[in-house]
Structure formats: C-alpha cells, structure tokens
C-alpha cells in the first residue's frame, strides 16, 4: 500500500522559517521524482518544487526560489525547507510522487501517481 505521509506544518510569524517531511512507503522512492505543491483557499493548487529520482536536480516556482529549498534522501523522506516565509506561502503543502520517465517541470502536476494528504502552514504578518 503506497503511502505519503507529511509532518512538519504549522504557524509561524512572516520571517521564520519550517521543514516539511515526507514519509514515502510501498512503493520504489528511488525510481520516482518527487514533488512539493501547495494549495491556499478559493486558490488552485500549484507546484513549489520538484526534484529528480537521485536529487541532483531541483526546480522551483519563482515565487520560492532562494527561499525554500527541496531535498530527499535514502531513508525514503522527502524534505521542503522553507525560509523567510510570507503571508502568501500560507496553503496546505502537499508531497506528490511521479515515476519515470518524469518532468521537473513545477508548472505541472502531469504524471504525479501518488499524493499525501497534506499539511497546513499558516505563516501570519
């Protein structure tokens, strides 16, 4: 049974920072790239960033870039540091999971197989 499971939301004042986790089972981590996208109310959900099946390559949404960073590792985790957040990065964030052959492309959820079920950040001003 695949599972995607995230931790780490939460309320913070604009300027702080969070690190978001993502705990992947039942499938083959390694053989998918992986993805953080993002959904606030009345909004449609949108990509923030996505990263190959090894690690060496990250794409972000330009409304992140230089603040949040997105990263994995072989304990099958998936990782999104955000830094110097805005009222604006408020949404629920949502890991999502893409086999290969995959794109990075962040304006597309296109091949994303498998989706937790989310974690709310509110970051206040």
């Known amino acids: 049974q695949v599972q995607l499971v995230e931790s780490g939301g939460g309320s913070v004042q604009a300027g702080g920072s969070l690190r978001l986790s993502c705990a992947a089972s039942?499938?083959?981590?390694?053989?998918?790239?992986m993805g953080w996208f993002r959904q606030a109310p009345g909004k449609e959900r949108e990509g923030v960033a996505t990263?190959?099946?090894?690690?060496?390559?990250q794409r972000y949404a330009d409304s992140v870039k230089g603040r949040f960073t997105i990263s994995r590792d072989n304990t099958n985790r998936l990782y999104l540091q955000m830094n110097s957040l805005k009222p604006e990065d408020s949404a629920m964030y949502y890991c999502?999971?893409?086999?290969?052959?995959?794109?990075?492309?962040?304006?597309?959820?296109?091949?994303?197989?498998?989706w937790g079920q989310g974690t709310q950040v509110t970051v206040s001003s």
């Open positions: 999502a999971a893409a086999p290969i052959p995959c794109s990075l492309n962040v304006g597309s959820e296109s091949g994303y197989k498998y």
């Open positions: 039942g499938y083959t981590f390694g053989r998918y790239c």
């Open positions: 990263i190959s099946t090894g690690g060496a390559t």
